[in-house]
Structure formats: C-alpha cells, structure tokens
C-alpha cells in the first residue's frame, strides 16, 4: 500500500518544544500554553519513560500495549502521551497490561523512513511477545514518528496478531493500518503534523487523549 507524502512541518519534538516555550508577546512576556492554543498546556510526565515488560520477559499479562515514541522523545515510551496511556492500561485492568515501548533511534532523520526505522523492531516485539505469552492480547500505539512506526510494523503482521491500535498526531492519519481490524487515530485542531495546521502547542497536547484511548484499547482487546 503506498504512503502519503510527509506533511512540510514533520518538525522534531525538540524544535517544537523550543518554539512553544519561546513564543513571546512584543513585551517579552511569555505566552502561556493555554494562551498559545485553546488545547491544555504541555502535559506532565506520568508513568516511567521507558518500559521492557517484554524484553525483560516480566511475566504474562492479559493485556500487552507495545508503543513507539515521537521523534526526539527520551527512553523509549516518551513523556508527552506513551507512559500515560500505560497507566490508564494498567489501571483498567486491574493491572494485568505489559508494557513496552520500542527502542529505535526516534530522531529528525528517521521521518525520512516513514516508520522504516522502528518498524521491524515493533514487529519483533509483537512475535516476541506472543511467543513468550501465546494468550495474552496485542494492542499497539504510537505518537508522531511512532504513529509511522505502527504503520510500518502491522505490514509485517499477520492478521489477528495485534487486537487493537492507537495512533496521536499521525501523518498517515486517512489510513488504516494492515492487519488491524481496531484503530483509533487522534488528530487535535491546528496539530501541524497531522493536519498541516500551524499550533506547534497542539502537537504536544495528547497526553489528555490518554484515557480515551486506553479504554479503547481495552475495548479491542475484549477486557
């Protein structure tokens, strides 16, 4: 299936993040986020930003959520979206969700590769996973570049691996990804990555669709 075109301003997180936090009025009084944007201000971290409960072989769970962070993001699950979405998974179900976050390299040039270069390792995980836990149930997200990321690894897939998918600010938000009867793509106004808009501020603002879609990753996965 062929690809879109990348939006022009696929820009890291870290551009994005300085230029929201350097945005200044004409008396060098900084706006705040809620100023910048009608969406909540930069989220605050929750949860760990990196997670092995695969790779560590942790333990089976009814529930495992294997998730691709944006570009520039530390550890491996991110700050602005990944680690919540953890903890509501973990909180709805009683704690009995795996999480994982892929470790691929998440910088500026990686765009380039349409999710090319974290793919393959969140296809792994996924075969990974079901290998260790053949019962437990699959469910896949990814922010930004690791929007693409999911995009790229469920062509890898075969149908009935993964239940469900979520994705937040994604380029390739008009697609679904293969293999994946259960996708949900989050897309807030102005986002100028999934919407060629011009809020830099809306593109960090998914923490607060972190809920929403674990409970719809719940909802896949028949929890």
Avoid: W
């Avoid at 936090?21 to 949860?47: E, F, I, K, M, N």
């Amino acid at each position: 299936m062929p690809l879109p075109l990348l939006p022009p301003l696929l820009l890291p997180l870290e551009a994005l993040l300085d230029l929201a936090l350097h945005l200044v009025d004409s008396t060098g009084v900084a706006y705040s986020a809620r100023q910048v944007t009608p969406t909540a201000p930069l989220p605050r971290l929750r949860g760990s930003s990196t997670s092995n409960d695969v790779t560590d072989n942790s333990g089976c769970k009814e529930l495992t959520f294997i998730f691709a962070r944006g570009t520039t993001e530390i550890g491996n699950m991110g700050t602005v979206v990944g680690p919540k979405v953890g903890e509501a998974l973990k909180s709805l179900t009683g704690n009995k969700a795996a999480i994982q976050g892929v470790d691929y390299p998440a910088d500026a040039a990686g765009n380039a590769a349409l999710g090319g270069s974290g793919g393959p390792k969140m296809a792994s995980l996924v075969e990974t996973a079901l290998k260790q836990c053949p019962d437990t149930k699959i469910v896949l997200g990814g922010y930004s570049q690791g929007a693409m990321v999911v995009h790229n690894a469920a062509s890898k897939l075969s149908s009935g691996q993964v239940v469900g998918a979520v994705t937040f600010g994604d380029p390739f938000k008009s697609q679904k990804p293969d293999n994946i009867d259960q996708f949900k793509t989050f897309c807030a106004s102005g986002d100028p990555v999934c919407l060629n808009g011009a809020n830099v501020m809306a593109h960090l603002s998914y923490g607060n669709d972190a809920q929403t879609a674990a409970q719809f990753l719940v909802s896949a996965a028949g929890l």
